[in-house]
Each structure stands twice: as structure tokens, then as C-alpha cells.
């Protein structure tokens, strides 16, 4: 887990390597600006390895947050089905209120059918 300011990335060791490109990582890293040390656990069998604060590769790392956050965000991405597009097309104001072409043809119809009405060839 990554946390800068008000911005969180979270998600699986494997998906992290594979959005930041890191090739192997600590299995645990405690790491933040209100300590002085940092501690780092290698693997479940080693002890834990204290560092001065602060180490540039982790701030690396949380300065570049946004990049995984949309990293994350693509590989997560699904696009739309046809049937959702469809509905999404279909809840649009100006298009559900838009009447097709036969109905503006029946209106035109109508119209041009009442205007003609006691019309003869003789009046008209």
C-alpha cells in the first residue's frame, strides 16, 4: 500500500511489480515521514533491517503514485458491452425525446392532411 496525501494505492505484490516495473521487493517496508528509521523485512525468515529515514527509492515510490494509480485503473478497465452502450445512448435526453423518422413522417402527414381538409380542386 502506497498512501500520498489524500491519494491510496492498493493492490496485490505481483500487480505492484508489475505497474511500478520493480523486479523484487522486501516482504514488508514500514516507511513514512513521521519516524526517523525505516524498517524493512527482506522475507518471513529474516530479521528486521532499521535505515535512517529518508531513502530515495521509496520516495520514488510515493511520488509516482499516480502513474500506479492508472496503471491500476487500465489493467482493471472493462469497456462497455454493446447492450450497455445501447441503454447508455438510449438514456440520453436528447436522444429518447428525438421521435424517429416514421413518427415525424405520420406527424408531417397530419399536418398536411388537416391543412387540406375542404380543400378541392376548385376552392384551393
Known amino acids: ?6 491519494k491510496l ?3 496485490t505484490v505481483g500487480n505492484f511489480k508489475l505497474d511500478s516495473g520493480i523486479k523484487s521487493l522486501p516482504l514488508r517496508v514500514w516507511y513514512n515521514n513521521e519516524q526517523s528509521n525505516v524498517v524493512i523485512k527482506q522475507d518471513t525468515d ?5 535505515k535512517k529515514y529518508p531513502i530515495r527509492e ?3 515510490y510515493i511520488a509516482t503514485i499516480d502513474d500506479y494509480i492508472d496503471a491500476k485503473a487500465q ?3 472493462t469497456p462497455p458491452t454493446m447492450d450497455e452502450l445501447k441503454e447508455k445512448e438510449q438514456a440520453r435526453p436528447d436522444v429518447a425525446q428525438t421521435p424517429s423518422l ?12 388537416t391543412l387540406m381538409e ?7
Open 1 to 6: 500500500m502506497i498512501i500520498n496525501g489524500d
Open 9 to 11: 494505492y492498493t493492490d
Open 46 to 50: 529474516s530479521k528486521e533491517i532499521w
Open 58 to 60: 521509496y520516495d520514488s
Open 75 to 77: 489493467r482493471e478497465y
Open 102 to 113: 416514421d413518427e415525424r413522417i405520420a406527424v408531417l402527414e397530419d399536418v398536411v392532411n
Open 118 to 124: 375542404g380543400v378541392t380542386p376548385t376552392n384551393g
